[in-house]
């Protein structure tokens, strides 16, 4: 029997409301040359797209971040042209640039660090707050480096978490002990003056037994999330957590049909694997809303900090919350994993390897967190666009990415499938372009038509 589900109706967001980050676009934008012959050059809103947003994504931001539905709205559009204005201004201060965030309800003040007092004046320019501080993003990453070696050398639970603080402009040490946190910041090595030790009671761990999306059952025993649905070649799978399963665990789908086996998984260090299905399963390219409804997924760009983000659980349905820091590092009794996100959106066990998306942009497969959703909780999830690009696969999305390696039009290397880090440069069309906010290219982000993904040298 094939699966599937039914394509659900595109619901316009209110784009055309008052923004207060309406320069942000043409900050984005100016620095563009001409789309190619046809096409128009389109907002960051537009590139995202946010009037994919679907009503049930926005009741439950509206809910959970206590929000109007105008200010969801809002909010969705504001994050979109942040995160295109502080790529366009972090290759502008280089070096010295030390991180951004959004803040407010609607996601309307975007405040871009630097380390240099000069540069002040071209982040007010385009669009965004400045702030000065001592120590650049780079440094951050350096240290927060660091203490993952040191902790992969002799990891410890009474040091759970620990990662980059944009906004705090350190890297932050959460510990249940404080003997533990400076035994890990001696043996990295790291300078001490980029790091702040926190005290914290929580205990993280990985969130089993779980559905997300939709369930899957291990053949071994356990149930655990779809992800995202995901191909490889002519074969359909599913992107999920590592620690649901080794390669070669046989799957059963969420009616206890036969679906598929795991073919790669990472845990610890990572939290990333992929499942290949049979042929009577076809990948969707939609997420399981509050009441089974389906939510789009058109993208895979990363949103910044403090943007909003939802989670699609088994166990606790749909909720939001906001984006805390990237770049985090989690110990699990299992051993410690690297280079996930923290957010405030709340989890349960049962919740393990389902789907974290901003608006319609897919950010990562939930691997675990403390707390509960009577409470409040803090969780973690595995960015998405590391997990595709690492097993070499490409995310089932409403506008159809492409596979890996299909070359662009009208030549050069840009090629829809690829997953593009920031800084990453392609040629098309006989221009050169950098990556601004890391993505998996797909047929109608050609870099000429999308300048919240890519900027013309």
């Known amino acids: 029997m094939l699966h599937r589900h039914a394509k659900a109706a595109c619901v316009g967001a209110a784009a055309a409301a008052a923004l207060v980050l309406t320069s942000l676009q043409g900050a984005a934008s100016a620095q563009q040359a001409d789309p190619a012959p046809g096409a128009a050059a389109r907002t960051a809103a537009d590139t995202l797209a946010v ?8 009741r439950a931001m509206q809910r959970d971040l206590g929000l109007t539905r105008a200010q969801a709205e809002r909010r969705l ?3 979109a042209e942040a995160g295109a204005t502080a790529a366009v201004l972090r290759q502008r201060l280089g070096a010295a640039f030390a991180g951004a965030w959004v803040e407010g309800a609607d996601s309307g003040t975007l405040t871009v660090a630097t380390t240099r007092a000069a540069d002040a004046a071209a982040i007010r320019a385009g669009g965004a707050e400045a702030r000065l501080v001592p120590h650049t993003l780079a440094e951050l990453d350096r240290a927060k480096a660091a203490l993952d070696r040191a902790a992969a050398r002799d990891s410890s639970t009474d040091v759970p978490v620990w990662y980059v603080d944009v906004r705090a402009n350190a890297v932050v040490v959460r510990a249940v002990e404080k003997s533990a946190a400076q035994t890990l910041i001696a043996a990295s090595g790291a300078e001490r003056d980029r790091i702040r030790v926190v005290p914290t009671d929580e205990r993280p761990r990985p969130l089993y037994d779980i559905r997300g999306g939709d369930a899957y059952y291990m053949g071994g025993g356990g149930r655990c999330s779809v992800g995202f649905a995901v191909t490889r070649g002519t074969t359909q799978g599913f992107a999920t957590a590592g620690h649901c399963g080794r390669a070669g ?3 059963s789908g969420y009616n206890q049909v036969v679906q598929g086996t795991f073919q790669a998984s990472t845990f610890p260090g990572r939290d990333t694997a992929w499942v290949a299905a049979n042929s009577n399963w076809t990948s969707t390219p939609y997420v399981k809303g509050q009441s089974g409804q389906n939510i789009q997924v058109t ?7 403090g943007a909003s983000i939802c989670r699609s659980g088994s166990t606790t349905g749909w909720h939001c919350g906001t984006i805390s820091q990237h770049n985090t590092s989690v110990t ?4 410690t994993i690297t280079g996930v ?5 709340c989890a349960e066990p049962g919740d393990s390897g389902g789907s974290y998306i901003s608006g ?4 990562g497969v939930t691997s675990g967190g403390s707390g509960d959703c009577r409470s409040g909780g803090t969780t973690f999830h595995q960015p998405i666009n590391p997990l595709l690009q690492g097993y070499g696969l490409t995310l089932k999305t409403t506008t159809g990415p492409g596979e890996p390696g299909e070359p662009g039009e009208p030549g050069g290397t840009w090629a829809a499938g690829t997953v593009y880090q920031a800084g990453a440069q392609v040629t098309y069309g006989g221009a050169t372009y950098r990556c601004l906010q890391g993505h998996q ?6 870099p000429p038509n999308v300048p919240a993904l890519w900027q013309r040298l």
């Open 332 to 335: 699990y009794p299992e051993g």
């Open 249 to 251: 665990t046989t799957t």
């Open 77 to 79: 559009v504001n994050e």
């Open 360 to 363: 319609s942009q897919a950010q």
């Open 299 to 305: 993208g895979s760009v990363q949103q910044p900090v």
């Open 51 to 58: 009037s994919a947003a679907q009503p049930e994504l926005l």
């Open 341 to 345: 996100t923290r957010t405030t959106v």
């Open 441 to 446: 290219a797909q047929a109608g982000w050609e």
